[in-house]
C-alpha cells in the first residue's frame, strides 16, 4: 500500500528493453521483499500482459534455507533438467542460464546478501561461483526479468547500472505513507497523532510495524494513550527495542532472544540444547530459567532433567509471542524450533548482552563458533 510510486517505478523499469536485472538495494527491514514480491504481482498480472512463469527463491538467513547450491539443483528441476545435480557448479550454472534464457521468466532471488562478501575491496561480490555465473549471463542476455534484493549494491553488475542492471536504492517511507500503513495495521488517531510515530522511526517499514503492534497489545491501537505508557515515548529503533524490553520485563521473551541473537542464522534444535544445557550461559537466559522452574515445581526429578526446553510450554509461547511481535521471522522449515531475529532486533540485543554478561556473551560466542 505505502509503496505505490515504487512498484510502480521497478515495474515499468521491467518492461523496458535494455533491462535483464533489477537490484533492490536497501537496509534490513526497508520493504525491499515486500517490494519486489509487489512488482512480481503486478508482471504477472494482466495490466502486464498476463500470467507468466515465475521461480522465486530467498536467501534471507530467517529461512533457514542459505544452500545455494540448492536453488540450482530446484531451478534446474523447474525447468525441466533430468540431471541437476551432474557437473561441476560452473557447468550446473550455465546449464541453468540456458534453460532460463528460452522463455520470458520471473526470477526472483531474495536476501543475496547472505552470499556477498562483506569487507574488503571485495565487498559486495558474490561468494558463490553458481549465482555469480547465472546473474552475470542474464544481465547480458534475458528474455525476462530477474529481480533481485540485497543489503549492499552486486559489485559484478556495477557496470551495467545504467544499461541493463539497474540499481534502485529503497529509503524510508514518506509521512503519509508511514502514516498510511500505521492506520492499515489498526492504530487509530489523526494524521497528526500518528505524523509524530513516523518522524520518530525515521520512516522505517519494520519499526513502524513493531510499534504498531506494540501499541495494540498496550493501548489497544489508541496513538492518545501511548504517552502514558512506559517505553512506548520513542526517538528510533533503539527506543523501540527499549520499550519491548520494559514489555518483555522478567518473561522468557528476552532469554529467548538473547540465546537465538548468539547465532547468525536459524541453529538447529541439538545445538541449541548444547548451548542451554551450559551452565555458563544461565546470565543469558534468567527469565527463561525462572519460568522453566516454576513450571517443574512438583515434578520428578526424572522429569526435570528429562524435559527438553525446546518443548517447554515457556519456549513455545516466548516464540509465538515474538514471532507475533515480529522480532524473530516465520519457523523455519528445515529448524522449526529455531529461532531468527530480525536482523536490527539482534544488533539491539547483542550490544545489550555484551554489556549486561560479558563473561556468559563471550562463552556463547565461543560455543557457536566452535559448533559450525
Same mark, same amino acid.
Given at each position: ?34 517490494? $519486489?514480491?509487489?512488482?512480481?504481482? /503486478? ?38 533438467? %533430468? $540431471? ?24 526472483? =532471488? ?16 558474490? $561468494? ?13 542476455? %534475458? ?29 524510508? =517511507? ?19 497523532? &500518528? ?17 504498531? @503492534? ?5 493501548? @489497544? ?16 529503533? @533503539? ?17 529467548? &532472544? ?23 550461559? !544461565? ?22 532433567? %528429562? ?17 507475533? !511481535? ?18 536490527? $532486533? ?20 565461543? /560455543? ?5
Amino acid at each position: 500500500m505505502s509503496r505505490r510510486a515504487e512498484v510502480q517505478r521497478l515495474s515499468q523499469a521491467a518492461n523496458e528493453a535494455p533491462v535483464r536485472v533489477i537490484s533492490i538495494v536497501g537496509l534490513a527491514g526497508i520493504g525491499k521483499t515486500q517490494l $519486489a514480491l509487489q512488482v512480481v504481482a /503486478f508482471q504477472t498480472s494482466i495490466a502486464a500482459g498476463g500470467p507468466k512463469p515465475v521461480f522465486g527463491w530467498s536467501f534471507d538467513r530467517s529461512a533457514g534455507d542459505l544452500d545455494a547450491n540448492a536453488f540450482i539443483r530446484e531451478a534446474l528441476r523447474w525447468r525441466g533438467d %533430468n $540431471a541437476p545435480d551432474s557437473g561441476s557448479v560452473r557447468e550446473r550454472a550455465q546449464r541453468l542460464v540456458t534453460l532460463l534464457q528460452e522463455e520470458p521468466v520471473i526470477l526472483l =532471488l531474495d536476501g543475496l546478501d547472505s552470499y556477498q562478501l562483506m569487507a574488503g575491496r571485495r565487498t559486495g561480490r558474490l $561468494a558463490h561461483e553458481g549465482i555469480s555465473v547465472v546473474l552475470r549471463a542474464l544481465s547480458v542476455a %534475458n528474455p525476462g526479468v530477474c529481480i533481485v534484493t540485497s543489503r549492499m549494491p552486486l559489485t559484478e553488475l556495477s557496470m551495467q547500472k545504467s544499461t541493463s542492471a539497474p540499481e534502485f536504492a529503497l529509503g524510508r =517511507l514518506s509521512t503519509a505513507a508511514g502514516v498510511e500503513l500505521l492506520s492499515a495495521h489498526g492504530l487509530r488517531g489523526r494524521h497528526a497523532d &500518528l505524523a509524530p510515530i513516523v518522524a520518530e522511526l525515521h520512516g522505517h517499514p519494520w519499526a513502524l510495524k513493531a510499534t504498531a @503492534d506494540l501499541i495494540l497489545d498496550r493501548c @489497544d491501537g489508541d496513538v492518545l494513550q501511548r504517552r502514558a505508557v512506559a517505553g512506548l515515548q520513542l526517538s528510533g529503533l @533503539d527506543s523501540l527495542m527499549e520499550g519491548y524490553e520494559k514489555w518483555f520485563e522478567g518473561r522468557p521473551e528476552l532469554s529467548l &532472544l538473547r540465546i537465538a541473537s548468539c547465532f547468525r542464522q536459524p541453529a538447529p534444535r541439538g545445538l541449541l540444547e548444547k548451548l542451554l544445557d551450559e551452565p555458563a550461559v !544461565a546470565p543469558l537466559i534468567p527469565e527463561l530459567g525462572r519460568t522453566l522452574e516454576r513450571s517443574r515445581a512438583g515434578g520428578s526429578k526424572s522429569q526435570m532433567s %528429562n524435559e527438553s526446553v525446546l518443548h517447554s510450554a515457556a519456549w513455545k509461547l516466548g516464540a509465538r509471542r515474538l514471532r507475533d !511481535a515480529r522480532l524473530v521471522g516465520p519457523r523455519a522449515r528445515k529448524t522449526p524450533d529455531s529461532l531468527s531475529p530480525h536482523p536490527l $532486533a539482534r544488533l539491539f540485543i547483542q550490544e545489550r548482552a555484551r554489556q549486561a554478561s560479558p563473561q556468559a556473551w563471550r562463552f556463547a560466542k565461543r /560455543f557457536v563458533v566452535g559448533h559450525p
